[in-house]
């Protein structure tokens, strides 16, 4: 299969003139592709080269969205293929029962095979987690495997290996109630993801409604994790013995438009957060920084023109280059690198977000 080479900044239309020296180099995983819209993006270093993965179909929760993947060779990305579907069975009159998948999440098993969460169901209040693997890069996968019933794995973001072996999933469940409640809960495996225990709900899912969280590791082996809310900002939560418990989920002065997050914490201590700073709308996107958690500065705005920017995936490879994918306008999955020792910023003071910071993209 022949990769599709994506853009280096000077080709690139995209970006600005003069981007920041930060940008490494940004693309598209895919000019044209089989499916009319695509989101919820993820992206894993498998240890031999990048992969990718998103849902795309006719539309969001249209029966013929399934999991597309798209791997990382000689210098650029394959086109996708499609490694999943929600089809159930098959009528003896050829008709079939199919339903949406949602939410991929790509994570490589330390020692073991690349493992791809995804989530099946006509809505997120009655969808359930399933899983494949691969031992080849993403060539390959095996035959679905469901989660068992009251665990969905990763809900959109990436789980973090802890020591011991240990597997711990941000996850996140939302009701059959009008309207739902969004509750963020944790799930954690110590064989590799074949057995799962399970948090209690962390919140009433009412009087803060939470979901989505990703988590980041601090000193002396304290998490936090942090993720969407209906409440207009993002929320956060502590803990301090390897995710077992967990504290009560605070609101930060960082504003959320209902809008997918992700956060990764890079190897020299700081914490990398994208999101859309907006009390509304999925415009624009922008990355921030932060050594303790709490105090935040802007770093990058990635997208600032109308439309739809969103649900991002961020990772740091072993390269120590940091890579980004997320939704561009529901078309397309777009792909930028960072130099993270280019990464500087200016202090987010009350939630505003600081002038001085550059834009990669108009």
């Given at each position: 299969?022949?990769?599709?080479?994506?853009?280096?900044?000077?080709?690139?239309?995209?970006?600005?003139?003069?981007?920041?020296?930060?940008?490494?180099?940004?693309?598209?995983?895919?000019?044209?592709?089989?499916?009319?819209?695509?989101?919820?993006?993820?992206?894993?270093?498998?240890?031999r080269g990048l992969v990718a993965a998103w849902?795309?179909?006719?539309?969001?929760?249209?029966?013929?969205?399934?999991?597309?993947?798209?791997?990382?060779?000689?210098?650029?990305?394959?086109?996708?293929?499609?490694?999943?579907?929600?089809?159930?069975?098959?009528?003896?009159?050829?008709?079939?029962?199919?339903?949406?998948?949602?939410?991929?999440?790509?994570?490589?098993?330390?020692?073991?095979?690349?493992?791809?969460?995804?989530?099946?169901?006509?809505?997120?209040?009655?969808?359930?987690?399933?899983?494949?693997?691969?031992?080849?890069?993403?060539?390959?996968?095996?035959?679905?495997?469901?989660?068992?019933?009251?665990?969905?794995?990763?809900?959109?973001?990436?789980?973090?290996?802890?020591?011991?072996?240990?597997?711990?999933?941000?996850?996140?469940?939302?009701?059959?109630?009008?309207?739902?409640?969004?509750?963020?809960?944790?799930?954690?495996?110590?064989?590799?993801?074949?057995?799962?225990?399970?948090?209690?709900?962390?919140?009433?899912?009412?009087?803060?409604?939470?979901?989505?969280?990703?988590?980041?590791?601090?000193?002396?082996?304290?998490?936090?994790?942090?993720?969407?809310?209906?409440?207009?900002?993002?929320?956060?939560?502590?803990?301090?013995?390897?995710?077992?418990?967990?504290?009560p989920l605070t609101l930060s002065e960082l504003?959320?438009?209902?809008?997918?997050?992700?956060?990764?914490?890079?190897?020299?201590?700081?914490?990398?957060?994208?999101?859309?700073?907006?009390?509304?709308?999925?415009?624009?996107?922008?990355?921030?920084?932060?050594?303790?958690?709490?105090?935040?500065?802007?770093?990058?705005?990635?997208?600032?023109?109308?439309?739809?920017?969103?649900?991002?995936?961020?990772?740091?490879?072993?390269?120590?280059?940091?890579?980004?994918?997320?939704?561009?306008?529901?078309?397309?999955?777009?792909?930028?690198?960072?130099?993270?020792?280019?990464l500087e910023g200016s202090p987010i003071t009350?939630?505003?977000?600081?002038?001085?910071?550059?834009?990669?993209?108009?």
């Amino acid at each position: 299969m022949k990769p599709i080479l994506w853009c280096s900044l000077a080709l690139c239309s995209s970006l600005t003139a003069n981007p920041p020296p930060s940008v490494v180099r940004a693309g598209f995983i895919f000019e044209q592709a089989p499916f009319a819209e695509c989101h919820a993006s993820t992206i894993v270093d498998s240890g031999r080269g990048l992969v990718a993965a998103w849902f795309g179909g006719t539309r969001e929760r249209s029966p013929d969205v399934g999991i597309w993947v798209s791997r990382q060779e000689s210098g650029g990305w394959t086109a996708p293929v499609e490694v999943a579907n929600g089809l159930q069975f098959t009528y003896t009159d050829g008709t079939s029962l199919r339903y949406a998948c949602w939410n991929p999440v790509l994570f490589q098993n330390p020692g073991g095979p690349l493992i791809l969460f995804y989530k099946v169901g006509t809505t997120a209040q009655n969808w359930w987690g399933m899983v494949v693997t691969s031992r080849d890069q993403g060539v390959t996968w095996t035959e679905p495997r469901r989660l068992p019933p009251g665990f969905f794995g990763p809900i959109k973001n990436k789980p973090v290996s802890l020591p011991g072996g240990v597997l711990l999933a941000p996850s996140s469940d939302e009701s059959h109630e009008t309207p739902s409640a969004w509750r963020v809960h944790f799930e954690r495996s110590s064989d590799g993801g074949r057995t799962w225990t399970r948090t209690g709900p962390l919140n009433d899912g009412r009087t803060l409604s939470a979901i989505q969280p990703s988590i980041l590791v601090h000193p002396g082996g304290r998490l936090q994790a942090l993720g969407r809310t209906r409440q207009g900002r993002l929320f956060d939560t502590w803990s301090s013995d390897g995710g077992l418990n967990w504290g009560p989920l605070t609101l930060s002065e960082l504003p959320n438009p209902n809008s997918g997050t992700d956060a990764v914490t890079l190897r020299d201590g700081r914490h990398l957060l994208v999101y859309n700073h907006a009390e509304a709308g999925r415009s624009p996107l922008n990355v921030a920084l932060s050594r303790d958690g709490r105090a935040w500065v802007g770093a990058l705005v990635l997208e600032s023109e109308p439309g739809e920017f969103s649900y991002p995936a961020v990772i740091q490879a072993a390269d120590g280059l940091v890579h980004l994918t997320y939704t561009w306008k529901r078309k397309k999955i777009r792909h930028v690198v960072l130099d993270p020792a280019r990464l500087e910023g200016s202090p987010i003071t009350a939630g505003r977000w600081p002038s001085t910071v550059g834009t990669a993209a108009p």
